[in-house]
């Protein structure tokens, strides 16, 4: 059985660039949630994709956006980059789309993003 | 607004002995509550949970106590040992939805 991989594992930036983050699930799940972690916090839930479809969303801008493909891997894009926007990027796979009864979310290493 | 809080940044704990991490949360529409644990370099790791209709659940060395009317739960290792030295992550759901709430986590050394 493969985890969850998620690439780059680093990536510098500058502000204003944009950024594609990509993550692969694990087997036999369907649902992919994004979560930035800051230096010194928890992680906070970007979004959650889940066959295919945004299903969820937490208190990030709209130029947070993602996808999520027929085979369920997923991306997180970031646009205009802002230097908070530094921090490890987790992604999590689980299975059902997290309405019913909780379904683990395993997660991936993260991306570490740094913008300049 | 901190909706899941750890108070305590660090725990350091003598090799054998119980560690203890709590947590306290806020919002009463959380269903079910988890802890992580996470290594430097990758990312968390499911540890336990409980559902908010029960008070305790355990697996080997660990267990977490739910005490709903002070909206705190706690995690106990016991007994300690050396590879549970690890930053510990509480998390809750809110009941309906998607995400999960974390803690700003908890750094565990478990000395020899």
């Known amino acids: 059985e493969t985890g969850v991989t998620q690439s780059p594992t680093h990536l510098i930036k500058t502000r204003g660039q944009q950024v594609t983050l990509r993550c692969s699930s694990q087997?036999?799940?369907?649902?992919v949630s994004w979560y930035q972690q800051a230096l010194g916090q928890g992680p906070q839930f970007i979004f959650q994709y889940y066959r295919e479809e945004e299903n969820g969303r937490g208190n990030f801008p709209p130029r947070f956006s993602g996808l999520q493909f027929p085979n369920y891997s997923s991306e997180l894009n970031v646009n205009a980059l802002e230097l908070d926007d530094s921090a490890l990027y987790l992604c999590?796979?689980?299975w059902g789309g997290g309405t019913g009864s909780y379904n683990e979310q395993f997660f991936g290493p993260g991306t570490r993003l740094t913008v300049l | 607004d901190q909706q899941v809080k750890q108070n305590s940044p660090s725990l350091s704990v003598q090799e054998g002995r119980i560690s203890i991490l709590n947590c306290d949360y806020t919002n009463s529409m959380f269903d079910y509550f988890l802890w992580y644990k996470k290594y430097p370099a990758e990312g968390p790791t499911f540890l336990i949970s409980i559902s908010s209709i029960k008070d305790k659940n355990e697996d080997g060395r660990f267990t977490v106590f739910l005490n709903k009317s002070a909206k705190h739960l706690s995690l106990h290792i016991v007994p300690s040992q050396p590879g549970d030295s690890a930053v510990y992550f509480c998390?809750?759901?809110?009941?309906?939805?998607?995400?999960?709430?974390f803690g700003q986590g908890t750094r565990l050394t478990i000395n020899p």
């Open positions: 087997s036999g799940h369907n649902t």
């Open positions: 998390a809750a759901r809110i009941q309906g939805a998607q995400k999960l709430v």
């Open positions: 999590a796979s689980s």
